[in-house]
Each structure stands twice: as structure tokens, then as C-alpha cells.
């Protein structure tokens, strides 16, 4: 049987490197915000529109509209590629997450205040018949299927592009005491992401970190974003670090 680490090894190729904190770094979610910001507007904006939002961010990849890890993320759960296809950018997309947790699951625990008792699903923004395909996808994999939970549900407020709300997700139980990691495949402006962690927190949970396997980044926003795009892809992406340690960038 083929390992996670055979398969997302060969993908670093596809993957860009998340900056370590710095200078031009937004705290949060590693994006790049405007000048003499230390939060990108993004991060201000639905980290102010909810309770209880989670300031630790772990993105694994950075990646550009289009890209071939867009392509991953965006078309393993659409539909609209046949069965095959979908089936091939599921494992790829899941080995991604699984390697990355196995290599860093220290370093996000010690950031983060320590270790998670589960790991849950940032469900999708919209009613859907079935189980979400992340959750199909993690549940590939044995180590991640032991730790994983459905702990959200969709809930009755809007939540979308910079729109944030604490009720836009329900908790499917009572959680105090229990510390959860927070999983997504995209993180664009985080509204949805933080929507679920602030519902997650408000049942009591602690939100150790958002782990997003692709953080989006718009080189054309500005030439800020230009820059940092530019700088990020000029470095060699490793799954042996990540945003949470220093890296040289050259």
C-alpha cells in the first residue's frame, strides 16, 4: 500500500512556502497586508465580526487562481470531473494534510497551547446532500479517521466572502474541556473558517489552530501582494517546516 508520504512528497513541487512571521506578514493568516499592517484587512475584518475567533492560523501551501493546487482543492469535491479523477485529487489533497499534520503536529500543539483531543471539518458554507468531501477524504486515512469528529453543522445565519458570523455554524454537542484542531481545505478570508471556530468556542471547545491545506494568495491584488508572491514561490517549499518556524527567505 502506497504511503501519504509516497504521495505528498512528490507534490512539493506544486506547493509554495508560508511564511514564518515577519515584517509584511500578516499574524494571523500569513497573507500579505497593506502596508504597515500587521493583519492582513481579510483577518481584521472577520476576526471583528465574530465572538470568539481563533488567532492561530496554520496554512501548509500558499497557491495562486488558477494553479495546479487549486485544481486539486477546488475540483476533488465539484463534481465535475469524473469519479477517477475526483477519486486521484481526493488521495492527493488528503496526503497533503496527513503528512504535513504528521510532520508538524508538535510545533502546532506547542503553538497552539497544546495537544488537540479531536480534529474537526470547517463544514460547507451551503446545504449539501451527503457528507462533505473532506470529511470523505480524511476518513482515507487512519490516523487522521482516529482523531477526527463532526462536531459542526450548518447553522442559520449567511456566512461567505468577508462575511463572518457566530451562528453561521452550529456545534453538534457541548465541548468544554475538549481542544479541537480546525480543519479547511481553502482559507481565502477566512469568514467561514472563523465562523466555525468561534461556534466551536462558544460550545466550549479551545480552537488549538485553523489548519487550511491552501491559503489563497491574489498576485495581481497590488504590488504588495506581487512581491510576496514572488518572494514566497523564489523558495523551496519542504514539509520538514512550516509558518510556525523561522525560515530563511533568502
Known amino acids: ?24 506578514v500578516c499574524l494571523i493568516c500569513r497573507g500579505c497586508p497593506g502596508p504597515g499592517y500587521d493583519v492582513c484587512y481579510a483577518c481584521h475584518h ?61 510545533c502546532i500543539a506547542t503553538s497552539g497551547g497544546g495537544m488537540w483531543d479531536l480534529m474537526t471539518t470547517v463544514p460547507s458554507s451551503k446545504p449539501q446532500i451527503g457528507v462533505h468531501a473532506l470529511v470523505t477524504a480524511i476518513q482515507r486515512v487512519g490516523a487522521l479517521r482516529k482523531q477526527y469528529e463532526p462536531l459542526l453543522r450548518l447553522g442559520s445565519r449567511p456566512v461567505g466572502h468577508l462575511q463572518a458570523n457566530d451562528r453561521a455554524f452550529d456545534a453538534t454537542q457541548r465541548l468544554e474541556g475538549t481542544r479541537v484542531l480546525l480543519i479547511d481545505d481553502t482559507y481565502t478570508t477566512g469568514a467561514t473558517a472563523q465562523s466555525a471556530a468561534s461556534a466551536l468556542a462558544i460550545a466550549g471547545a479551545t480552537v488549538v489552530a485553523i489548519l487550511p491545506i491552501g491559503r489563497v494568495i491574489n498576485p495581481s491584488f497590488n504590488q504588495e501582494n506581487k512581491d510576496y508572491w514572488e518572494r514566497q514561490r523564489r523558495m523551496p517549499f519542504s514539509f520538514d517546516t512550516c509558518c510556525l518556524e523561522s525560515v530563511d527567505a533568502g
Do not use: W
Open 46 to 106: 472577520a476576526t471583528s465580526q465574530v465572538s470568539l475567533p481563533c488567532s492561530l492560523v496554520v496554512p501548509i501551501s500558499l497557491y495562486e487562481i488558477p494553479s495546479q493546487l487549486h485544481k486539486f482543492l477546488r475540483h476533488y469535491k465539484s463534481g465535475k470531473y469524473p469519479a477517477a479523477y475526483q477519486n486521484d485529487f481526493s488521495v492527493r489533497v488528503v496526503s497533503i494534510l496527513a503528512y504535513f499534520v504528521m510532520k508538524h503536529t508538535e
Open 1 to 24: 500500500m502506497t504511503s501519504v508520504a509516497e504521495i505528498a512528497i512528490p507534490l512539493t513541487g506544486i506547493c509554495t512556502t508560508v511564511p514564518d512571521p515577519r515584517a509584511g
